[in-house]
């Protein structure tokens, strides 16, 4: 039986293709990339999709890794189920953890969000596989909230669970977390917009390495 953990112990990038600014054929292209590329993780993102559209992109996607790199889907159990998805990432008013593990059973991934430390010892408490930890930096994805900076990180890191930083992050300040120590992070918008994608994903990776 795998362990549920197992596939995150070398994963350091996470691409989350976001099909609130993608389309499916670009969201799609996006994943063939970042897998060819050598992104670890690809994470679909899909809150303002119907389940029928949800399915259609993470069944694709599920297809594209097979294999090939771990698969993750935001928010939603059930799509997670209908995709044969690795696992499911939750965030704040999203389905309670407990639920999703009698859902989706012993051996999914199952990632929690958190932006403190307090967050985070809750999550691990409550049986998280490995955290999101953010927004780290400004992002319009998460134009609401603000930004957690690096320092928080530090703490984070001594809870002995792995953990993705998270918002804001590409080529440009990658450099800010590695030179701290923290080598595993989760990108939207430094792939999904970025006009060379192949060649973003292999710096991050470098970067991380």
């Known amino acids: 039986m795998r362990s549920r953990e197992k596939p995150l112990e070398g994963s350091r990038l996470c691409v989350i293709i976001d099909r609130d600014i993608l389309t499916l054929n670009r969201a799609l292209k996006t994943a063939r990339i970042a897998v060819k590329a050598g992104a670890d993780i690809i994470q679909l993102r899909c809150k303002g999709l119907n389940t029928e559209e949800a399915i259609k ?9 097979r294999q090939r790199a771990t698969f993750i889907v935001n928010d939603k159990p059930e799509i997670t189920i209908a995709s044969e998805a690795d696992g499911l990432h939750i965030g704040k008013g999203d389905v309670d953890i407990k639920l999703a593990r009698r859902l989706l059973g012993r051996k999914k991934i199952i990632g929690i969000s958190a932006s403190g430390l307090k967050e985070a010892i809750a999550a691990k408490k409550a049986g998280a596989s490995y955290l999101g930890v953010g927004p780290v930096f400004k992002t319009p994805i998460k134009c609401g909230k603000r930004p957690v900076g690096v320092k928080p990180l530090v703490d984070i890191g001594k809870l002995n669970i792995p953990f ?3 918002g804001g992050i590409d080529v440009g300040n990658i450099q800010k977390l590695t030179s701290k120590g923290f080598k595993r992070v989760a990108v939207i918008r430094a792939v999904s917009v970025a006009s060379r994608p192949f060649l973003a994903v292999r710096r991050l990776k470098e970067a991380l390495a």
Do not use: H, K, P, S
């Open 57 to 65: 992109t993470a069944v694709a996607i599920r297809l594209i890794t």
């Open 164 to 166: 993705f930083a998270i």
